[in-house]
């Protein structure tokens, strides 16, 4: 079992930044592909960005690509997506995101963490 926690969501103003940072533990989490999705009112989650266990290989959404940066510390456990010049468009609840593989990560990961609210006002 692999079990997620979100850090690091609030409010801030539309141009600012934020870092949502996601604690792992369980399994041998370094080997698993990690990633972010988000779901604002009324509309479905979207997937946000994903990393390969290694590191050597992220996707974005295109919503976020050049805006986002995800990384990962396998030696901490610990991925952190650094959010830059956020829109209100960008508020949500987000959620981290595990899978043993990269593929089923991006669609439909299995593991879940509890979600962290970001707002961003206009």
């Known amino acids: 079992q692999v079990q997620l926690v979100e850090s690091g969501g609030g409010l801030v103003q539309a141009g600012g930044s934020l870092r949502l940072s996601c604690a792992t533990s369980?399994?041998?989490?370094?080997?698993?592909?990690m990633g972010w999705f988000r779901q604002a009112p009324g509309k479905e989650r979207e997937f946000v960005a994903g990393i390969r266990w290694n590191g050597d290989i992220t996707n974005y959404a295109n919503s976020v690509e050049g805006r986002f940066i995800l990384s990962r510390e396998n030696a901490k456990n610990t991925v952190h997506l650094q959010m830059n010049d956020l829109k209100p468009e960008d508020t949500a609840v987000y959620y981290c995101?595990?899978?043993?593989?990269?593929?089923?990560?991006?669609?439909?990961?299995?593991?879940w963490g509890q979600g962290t609210q970001v707002t961003v006002s206009s």
């Open positions: 995101a595990a899978d043993m593989r990269f593929p089923d990560l991006l669609k439909r990961p299995k593991y």
């Open positions: 369980g399994r041998t989490v370094s080997s698993y592909a």
